[in-house]
Nanobody, 125 residues
Framework: VQLQASGGGLVQPGGSLRLSCVAS????????IGWFRQAPGKEREWVSE??????????YYADSVKGRFTISRDNAKNTVYLQMNNLNSEDTAVYYC?????????????????WGQGTQVTVSS
């Protein structure tokens, strides 16, 4: 089981980035993929998540990113995307994708059992 996150980089305030999370080796047909971020000196923060199942693709967002970030999935590519628009300095962090099989959407990192390696997003002029 593996998650591979990518797509981070340096972007100016107001800019956009799209993060990708490729999943492999999963056998469950119902789980959640979440995005978290962690800024220096801060706790890991839940950002967004999406349900992965044949019949449910519900999405969830933290208030701080609602309206700016969009999570989506491409089942054929086993990939979850996080489109981030109108970025600001407070979005600077290492972003991680993770899987949860808890059976419900969760903002608690402890509910997630597999994590990607993280990708750095820096918003700066």
């Amino acid at each position: 089981v593996q998650l591979q996150a990518s797509g981070g980089g340096l972007v100016q305030p107001g800019g956009s980035l799209r993060l990708s999370c490729v999943a492999s080796g999963f056998t469950s047909d119902y789980y959640y993929i979440g995005w978290f971020r962690q800024a220096p000196g801060k706790e890991r923060e839940w950002v967004s998540e999406i349900t992965i199942s044949r019949s449910d693709g519900s999405t969830y967002y933290a208030d701080s990113v609602k309206g700016r970030f969009t999570i989506s999935r491409d089942n054929a590519k086993n990939t979850v995307y996080l489109q981030m628009n109108n970025l600001n300095s407070e979005d600077t962090a290492v972003y991680y994708c993770a899987r949860s099989i808890s059976g419900w959407p969760s903002i608690d990192p402890a509910e997630y059992d597999y994590w990607g390696q993280g990708t750095q997003v820096t918003v700066s002029s």
